[in-house]
Nanobody, 123 residues
Framework: VQLQASGGGVVQPGGSLRLSCVAS????????MGWYRQAPGEQRESVAT???????NYADSVKGRFAISRDNAKNTVYLQMNSLKPEDTAVYYC??????????????????WGQGTQVTVSS
């Protein structure tokens, strides 16, 4: 499974961006998909995650501003970011995990990351 993220850019405070992440090479079902971010000098942190059934979790810092969604038919996860703040500036990474059992009984699990997309919030 490979992930390709897109949608980052430069936006003024209060603006909006929508990130997308498409998974390819999916043979076994994706379970969780999520967005993480890493600012310079900081550790990578979870921003939002969504399970296959639609259950979501958000970091406190983005609740009410960001919305995660997914299109299971397209193996795609989105992150709608509104009311952006300078402290949202970071490289945003998507992540997906999942797996299944083959006809021969072999277990195939995966936990993969996308390449990251830069989001800069600045006036």
């Amino acid at each position: 499974v490979q992930l390709q993220a897109s949608g980052g850019g430069v936006v003024q405070p209060g603006g909006s961006l929508r990130l997308s992440c498409v998974a390819s090479g999916v043979i076994y079902p994706i379970n969780h998909m999520g967005w993480y971010r890493q600012a310079p000098g900081e550790q990578r942190e979870s921003v939002a995650t969504i399970a296959s059934a639609g259950t979501t979790n958000y970091a406190d810092s983005v609740k009410g501003r960001f919305a995660i969604s997914r299109d299971n038919a397209k193996n795609t996860v989105y992150l709608q970011m509104n009311s952006l703040k300078p402290e949202d500036t970071a490289v945003y990474y998507c992540r997906a995990d999942g797996g299944g059992v083959s006809m021969t009984g072999k277990v195939h699990d995966y936990d993969v990351w996308g390449q990251g997309t830069q989001v800069t919030v600045s006036s």
